[in-house]
């Protein structure tokens, strides 16, 4: 069966450092990869997504970027993190050939 | 411009009845629907899906409708339990765009 991992759970981190969240997939190949923000008291806001290795697609202009450096894992970054970018972040996986969307447990950031 | 709304940001219901969580949306392209299940914390939870092609589908206590005319879609839950209690997520879906709404919190009192 397919899993999805991301970690951290939580981050604290404070304004202007660096951050690095990671997501992977199990039991499934060439997955169509996702990461969404929920922020406080909001909706889900895709970010990213990805339909193959070093194919990335932004939805939304931001501070922060993806990479996917093999074809499960999907990394969230950033140089330098804003106040604004604390909220839980989600990755999703799906098939390609198919609809529904699987998401991990999520990562709490909080920016101080 | 919000795609796809849920206007109700929360619903209360009593333990045995039936909760009905609303859904709207405006791109006629959109061909795919699916609502998520998400506790505090954790990543949301594929519930049930509909294409555009049925106006129901039913899945255990959950069922979900869809009026294509109306642009509308609903989730049905019947008989509602303490454990239901939680955000419900609509999303649409037309090619690699997928829209969530912005979540109805149900409580489903004892």
């Known amino acids: 069966s397919q899993t999805i991992h991301q970690w951290p759970a939580t981050l604290v981190q404070p304004v202007g450092s660096p951050l690095s969240l990671e997501c992977t997939v199990e039991g499934t190949s060439n997955p169509n990869l996702y990461w969404y923000r929920q922020a406080a008291g909001r909706g889900l806001q895709l970010l990213f997504y990805s339909v193959g290795i070093g194919q990335i697609s932004s939805e939304v202009p931001q501070n922060l970027s993806a990479s996917r450096p093999q074809d499960r894992q999907f990394i969230l970054s950033s140089k330098k993190l804003l106040l604004s970018d604390s909220g839980f972040y989600l990755c999703a996986w799906s098939v390609r050939s198919q609809e529904t969307q699987y998401f991990g447990p999520g990562t709490r950031l909080l920016v101080l | 411009d919000q795609q796809v709304k849920q206007n109700s940001p929360s619903l209360s219901v009593q333990e045995g009845r039936i909760s009905i969580l609303n859904c709207d949306y405006t791109?006629?392209?959109?061909?795919?629907f699916l609502w998520y299940k998400k506790y505090p914390a954790e990543g949301p939870t594929f519930l049930i899906s509909?294409?555009?092609?049925?106006d129901k589908n039913e899945d255990g206590r959950f069922t979900v409708f869809l009026n294509k005319s109306a642009k509308h879609l609903s989730l049905h839950i019947v008989p509602s339990q303490p454990g239901d209690s939680a955000v419900y997520f609509c999303?649409?879906?037309?090619?690699?765009?997928?829209?969530f709404g912005p979540g109805t919190r149900l409580s489903v009192l004892p």
């Open positions: 791109n006629s392209m959109f061909d795919y």
């Open positions: 999303a649409a879906l037309y090619g690699q765009n997928f829209v």
């Open positions: 509909i294409s555009s092609i049925k």
